[in-house]
């Protein structure tokens, strides 16, 4: 599928990391998310809330942790398999 | 639908249309179900019009316990509806796997007697000198602990907040003349005079390595083992051998550096798999999650378990379709150590992992396959046999 939006994937999804981490900082791309202070509850709301911005819903094979764990690896994910 | 009457009870038996929720999701709401009401006594799913039967020992199907079961019932599953479930990840299997509908044959109550015969006590302490070879394989020292786990140290835990529904308290008469005096005129009045000062039953061994351990610098990594009478309230009519209030665990606990931790982790459930083998055992290991009590926060962190691998189970096949979890090997990352505040030589929080045997479990698995005659024993077994 395609982004209906015209708005960068990338600036996507550090939109929404900053809302699950209830943060305004500036997110680098290889930042480790878990050490910015992602937890088990907010990767949760981070795969809800990617699922239902592009209406997709990730195999249960790339539901790991690491996979999650900066930008760059979810865009990398996003971008590759399901977009 | 009319009340029965059975021998001494009442029983009603409701049935829930599922299909709004998907297959995925059913065995997981399963697990869940059985806790909504105290009235249910038997639960069960037929996947193939998916419908949930709750049996209960309402006498009326209008009586407030079956509208609240009702309710509940529909709450839970527009909750499980919301939660993202991962399907289990099978990292080793010797049955051949067979699609097995999830139907739960939890009605059967092969619980036998309320003690261990002789046979089942040697055959325990067996199991559980080949346990205790591992645990030594990894330099573990040995510990006895209380069946009570104190207040201070549930707090720190939080199990009774995790999983609220699996624990036992310990209440007791205060030593006042007033109350003794009050319970010896009402001895069926407990509510009155029997207080409760939050102490538990162990659910489980591995706290007490950790209350050993807490507020302590760990220099070098560290490997405990020890063996107790475990609790957990199981409902009454899904209690069978395999299934008990009152159970044997055996836990390996290793506090280090994290790398040491998962390796550590992950080979000694690669011995434990080589002892399931060797015993002829079949079965598999998969990825699982803690039962946390159900609301949304503690389904989130089913889900995180799940997705880093935190936590395998090892599941004995018994019969086509029922198996039982008779080990789990479980990464805790740095949560409990950073709760005990046991901590590195750079006081940084060390992390930690554990392994658990439920002996009970495997002795039965023992007995189901082999009965309890002795020539039929696989080899490793009567070599413990012979030398204990």
Not at chain 1, 45 to 52: M, N, P, S
Not at chain 1, 69 to 74: D, F, L, R, V
Not at chain 2, 278 to 297: E, M, R, W
């Amino acid at each position: 599928m395609t982004v209906q939006n015209q708005t960068p994937l990338k600036e996507i999804i550090k939109d929404k990391v900053k809302e699950v981490l209830n943060s305004t900082v500036v997110l680098e791309d290889d930042i480790d998310l878990y050490k910015a202070g992602l937890d088990s509850l907010g990767t949760v709301k981070l795969i809800v809330a990617f699922e239902a911005e592009f209406d997709i819903e990730i195999d249960d094979d790339d539901l790991l942790v690491e996979t999650f764990q900066s930008i760059n690896k979810i865009k990398i994910l996003l971008e590759e398999k399901y977009l | 639908m009319e009340p029965t009457w059975i021998g001494v009870c009442y029983m009603i038996t409701l049935s829930f249309d599922t299909s709004r929720l998907p297959e995925k999701k059913m065995e997981y709401f399963l697990d869940k179900a059985i806790y909504l009401s105290d009235i249910i006594i038997d639960l069960s799913y037929n996947s193939e019009i998916k419908q949930v039967q709750i049996t209960t020992n309402a006498k009326d199907i209008e009586c407030v316990e079956v509208k609240e079961l009702k309710k509940s019932f529909n709450r839970m599953l527009e909750s499980v509806d919301t939660v993202r479930v991962i399907k289990p990840k099978i990292i080793k299997c010797n049955e051949d796997y067979k699609a097995k509908n999830i139907t739960q044959t939890i009605s059967t109550n092969r619980e036998k007697n309320g003690f261990l015969c002789e046979e089942e006590v040697l055959l325990m302490e067996n199991l559980d000198s080949i346990f205790l070879k591992i645990a030594k394989k990894y330099n573990a020292s040995i510990r006895e602990y209380p069946t009570i786990l104190n207040k201070e140290n549930m707090d720190k835990n939080q199990y009774h907040m995790n999983f609220p529904q699996n624990i036992y308290g310990v209440t007791s008469l205060p030593h006042d003349i007033n109350t003794i005096s009050a319970f010896r005129d009402d001895p069926q009045d407990f509510s009155s005079t029997w207080s409760f000062e939050g102490d538990f039953l162990q659910p489980c061994i591995c706290y007490h390595c950790y209350e050993e351990l807490q507020e302590k610098e760990i220099k070098s990594n560290k490997v405990l083992t020890g063996k107790g009478n475990c609790f957990r309230n199981e409902a009454k009519w899904r209690k069978d051998q395999f299934r008990r209030s009152e159970f044997q665990m055996r836990e390996i606990v290793f506090v280090g550096s994290e790398r040491w931790v998962l390796d550590t982790r992950n080979n000694i459930m690669e011995d434990v798999w080589d002892i399931f083998e060797q015993l002829g055992l079949k079965g598999k290991i998969s990825t699982a999650t803690d039962p946390f009590f159900f609301n949304s926060d503690m389904e989130t962190k089913g889900t995180y378990q799940m997705m880093s691998n935190a936590k395998y189970e090892l599941l004995v096949s018994i019969k086509a379709d029922y198996e039982s979890s008779i080990a789990s090997f479980n990464y805790c990352q740095d949560v409990l150590c950073k709760k005990y505040k046991i901590v590195n030589e750079n006081s940084a929080s060390t992390y930690s992992g554990c392994v658990a045997f439920g002996i009970d479990r495997w002795k039965e698995a023992i007995l189901e396959l082999y009965s309890d005659k002795y020539d039929l024993w696989p080899d490793i077994l009567r070599r413990e046999r012979d030398e204990s």
